[in-house]
């Protein structure tokens, strides 16, 4: 098999798992007790929790761990909602982002919130005017995702910061699938919220974290024990955050070289298939995008048909949430894609362990699929 859906979900690198190791049997104490099993744990939690703030240039208490990036996103649309009711609810966010923000923003309607959706362009490029064009006296959050998990296509992050904090409005980016791909320092981006997803970069499945900035107010999502700076109360889970913390140390070590290497295979996978499929078409931005994502249509024909044809090759048809349907995804949509281009869309994704034998296996797979539908 060749696993070519690294956007969808990581394997558990070999250094988080060692890392973990010790937190499954023999150190099991609670991060709240106070005797020496319990302090140990603590000492874990903070140690890690000071790797994921390393890793995104903040202090380590403007970092709380969640269950990963539903919660997280659930955590500031829920919490900023509630905290700021009295200001308004008005909340601005875009037609592509993820479902954990427009199911959630969709949820904060029914309860009298106003959201604004705003249109990307045909690249999946969001223009920061229109952010300026919709702010409005009531509103209290902009939520624009870094990089979207289906196109790659990088967002302008720092110019929407710069409107938000002009406009003094709370400002939140979902970075579950730029975190680890490209830099993701926080006062560079200008925002005031930011969120993590374990599974994402090679961390376990169910661990996730979210960035608030010193300063910033807001309504404990979980109430209990008054764990998470009282944000999130709950026994925290040494064992999956040591995990989280250690795939941080290994982005801060390896991004840049990770970087490089995953575009390289990237561009060497399309350029191989489009010489043997000329009328394939680039979804997303062709420069500003993730170096590890390859968003591609084939016309008039059925991405999910395709791979049937290929069943070797791990890829998928969009977003990992909506993989077994052939609807049209909301983001191709959105950025006004036709059907009969937007149907044939796949969606490879690099990694780590990604090979260049593997990439040009998956071309060779690929293009004969294609051909023999």
Known sequence: MIYLDFNATTPIAKEVAEAMMPYIVKDFGNPSSAHPMGRSAKEA?????????????????????????????????????????????????????????????????????????????????????????????????????????????????????????????????????????????????????????????????????????????????????????????????????????????????NLYADMSRLRRLRDSLYNQIRSDIPEVVLNGHPEHRLPNTLYLSFPRMIGEEILKTAPELCASTGSACHDQSVKLSHVLEAMGIKEEVGMGAIRLSLGRPTTEAEVNHAAQLLTEAVKER
């Open 45 to 253: 939690l903070e140690r890690a929790r000071g790797q994921i703030s390393r890793m995104l240039g903040c202090d380590r208490n403007e970092i709380i761990f969640t269950s990963g990036g539903t919660e997280s996103n659930n955590m500031v649309l829920k919490s900023v909602a509630w905290s700021l009711r009295k200001k308004g609810g008005h909340i601005i966010t875009t037609k592509i982002e993820h479902p954990s923000i427009i199911n959630t923003t969709r949820f904060l309607m029914e309860g009298g919130c106003d959201v604004t959706f705003l249109p990307v362009d045909s690249y999946g490029s969001l223009n920061p005017d229109e952010v300026r064009k919709a702010l409005r006296k009531d509103t209290i959050l902009i939520t624009v995702m870094h990089a979207n998990n289906e196109t790659g296509t990088i967002q302008p992050l720092t110019e929407i910061g710069s409107i938000a904090r002009e406009h003094e409005v709370l400002f939140h980016t979902d970075a579950a699938q730029s975190v680890g791909k490209i830099e993701t320092k926080v006062h560079d981006l200008g925002v005031d919220f930011l969120t993590i997803a374990g599974h994402k970069i090679y961390a376990p499945k169910g661990v996730g974290a979210l960035y608030i900035r010193n300063g910033v107010k807001i309504e404990p999502f979980v109430h209990g024990g008054g764990q998470e700076m009282g944000l999130r109360s709950g026994t925290e889970n040494v064992l999956l955050n040591v995990g989280l913390g250690q795939a941080c140390e290994l982005i801060m070590n």
